[in-house]
T-cell receptor, first 113, second 112 residues
Framework: DGGITQSPKYLFRKEGQNVTLSCEQN?????MYWYRQDPGQGLRLIYY???????QKGDIAEGYSVSREKKESFPLTVTSAQKNPTAFYLC????????????FGPGTRLTVL | QKEVEQDPGPLSVPEGAIVSLNCTYS??????FMWYRQYSRKGPELLMY????GNKEDGRFTAQVDKSSKYISLFIRDSQPSDSATYLC????????????FGKGITLSVRP
């Protein structure tokens, strides 16, 4: 998994609760990404950040929030506004401008009870 | 039309078979093409990376890009049970905003 850690591996949430998924990297990569993966739907981009203290919405940002206070960390909060949060969440990094290969963490499986 | 279309699966082949996985795309700005392999309940890992048109070979794997047809392929020779996984194609244009566009993935099963 190349220096990207995600925790926890499995997470259970009751409806109405906010939960935060952790993503940490020691690759010294500038950009970080959050994807959601559902069966048969591929990877969908939630948020991404190209530098510290800056981030942009992806294709499905509603109900999610992020922060990028440190280069190494890009936590994702799944809020109660996300109506269908059960999914596999993947964090990825990119070395920087001029690079195109993204590297993925091991993922967090979130289940809403 | 979706930006990236990937052949639907699942795909099941006997050990030793040649496997061909394909994606088509509509955005002519795409210049970089990748194949990721994802084992069950794991994150995707980069398998092959190709710039523009042409072929790239790495062991049993060959990536092929035909930009004129907007078509990319991944060939697996002498397939092994350990190749059983989901394969995702991904692509991006040049520039600072390097967002990848992914295919939906195809699940391959190689039978011993």
């Amino acid at each position: 998994d190349g220096g990207i850690t995600q925790s926890p591996k499995y997470l259970f949430r009751k409806e109405g609760q906010n939960v935060t998924l952790s993503c940490e990297q020691n690759l010294n990569h500038d950009a970080m990404y959050w994807y959601r993966q559902d069966p048969g739907q591929g990877l969908r981009l939630i948020y991404y950040s190209q530098i510290v203290n800056d981030f942009q919405k992806g294709d499905i940002a509603e109900g999610y929030s992020v922060s990028r206070e440190k280069k190494e960390s890009f936590p994702l909060t799944v809020t109660s506004a996300q109506k269908n949060p059960t999914a596999f969440y993947l964090c990825a990094t990119l070395a920087g401008i001029g690079y195109n290969e993204q590297f993925f963490g091991p993922g967090t499986r979130l289940t809403v009870l | 039309q979706k930006e990236v279309e990937q052949d639907p699966g699942p795909l099941s082949v006997p050990e030793g078979a040649i496997v061909s996985l394909n994606c088509t795309y509509s955005n002519s700005a795409f210049q970089y093409f990748m194949w990721y392999r994802q084992y069950s309940r794991k994150g995707p890992e980069l398998l092959m990376y190709t710039y523009s048109s042409g072929n790239k070979e790495d062991g049993r794997f060959t990536a092929q890009v035909d930009k004129s047809s907007k078509y990319i392929s991944l060939f697996i020779r002498d397939s092994q049970p350990s190749d059983s996984a989901t394969y995702l194609c991904a692509m991006t244009a040049t520039g600072a905003n390097s967002k990848l566009t992914f295919g939906k993935g195809i699940t391959l099963s190689v039978r011993p």
